[in-house]
């Protein structure tokens, strides 16, 4: 049977991210992000809300964006796995559970001073590769600036013939046109 393993949140930062390096060189940041749920006490009708705070580890690129763009209060989406893990303090044995980050995804305004990497709704990060994360897309690397019109003096030529994809196939025969009106 197959498992699955994976956490969405949006929230708040707590603080901005702490970046430190292996001694490798990969990145590491470690942020704090904030999730409050919001409800109606029935008996009271009093508004009520609770906040949970989830602490992010991010690896190597993911990690380096983190650590260049995120800064306290602003609201991003997260993306990752739980990953639990166990240490000794003062004798006792304590646990704690992080949110290993995979992809990240810059929230809230443009007045907000949050980094619009990919446009309007903010630049998304993926990172997938290794049994850490690794791999870094940028969502800028394949934009191509939108068509001006044409950049020749003399635009006002006919219009080439356009190409005819059935033309070449001397087996492909067009089906008839059957006149139905959708």
Same mark, same amino acid.
Not at 13 to 19: I, Q, T
Not at 58 to 82: D, M, P, S
Not at 132 to 154: H, M, V
């Given at each position: 049977? #197959?498992?699955? +393993?994976?956490?969405?949140?949006?929230?708040?930062?707590?603080?901005?991210?702490?970046?430190?390096?292996?001694?490798?060189?990969?990145?590491? =940041?470690? &942020?704090?992000?904030?999730?409050?749920?919001?409800?109606?006490?029935?008996?009271?009708?009093?508004?009520?809300?609770?906040?949970?705070?989830?602490?992010?580890? #991010?690896?190597?690129?993911? #990690?380096?964006?983190?650590?260049?763009?995120?800064?306290? !209060?602003?609201?991003?989406?997260?993306?990752?796995?739980?990953?639990?893990?166990? /240490?000794?303090?003062?004798?006792?044995?304590?646990?704690?559970?992080?949110?290993? =980050?995979?992809?990240?995804?810059?929230?809230?305004?443009? !007045?907000?001073?949050?980094?619009?990497?990919?446009? =309007? !709704? !903010?630049?998304?990060?993926?990172?997938?590769?290794?049994?850490?994360?690794?791999? &870094?897309?940028?969502?800028?690397?394949? &934009?191509?600036?939108?068509?001006?019109?044409?950049? +020749?003096?003399?635009?006002?030529?006919?219009?080439?013939?356009?190409?005819?994809? /059935?033309?070449?196939?001397?087996?492909?025969?067009?089906?008839?046109?059957?006149?139905?009106? &959708?």
């Amino acid at each position: 049977m #197959a498992s699955l +393993n994976k956490v969405m949140l949006i929230g708040n930062l707590g603080r901005d991210p702490e970046v430190s390096y292996t001694p490798s060189g990969m990145a590491i =940041a470690k &942020f704090s992000i904030a999730t409050t749920d919001f409800w109606t006490d029935k008996a009271t009708g009093e508004r009520k809300d609770k906040t949970e705070w989830h602490r992010i580890v #991010a690896f190597a690129k993911l #990690a380096e964006t983190c650590g260049r763009y995120l800064t306290k !209060g602003k609201q991003i989406y997260v993306e990752g796995r739980l990953q639990t893990s166990s /240490y000794e303090k003062d004798g006792i044995t304590r646990y704690s559970t992080d949110i290993i =980050a995979n992809t990240m995804q810059f929230l809230g305004a443009k !007045g907000e001073g949050s980094y619009q990497g990919a446009g =309007a !709704g !903010g630049g998304a990060y993926p990172q997938n590769n290794g049994p850490q994360g690794g791999g &870094f897309q940028n969502p800028k690397a394949n &934009f191509q600036q939108p068509s001006r019109g044409p950049q +020749n003096p003399n635009h006002n030529q006919q219009p080439q013939p356009e190409f005819d994809p /059935y033309g070449a196939d001397q087996a492909f025969h067009q089906p008839p046109d059957d006149d139905i009106p &959708f």
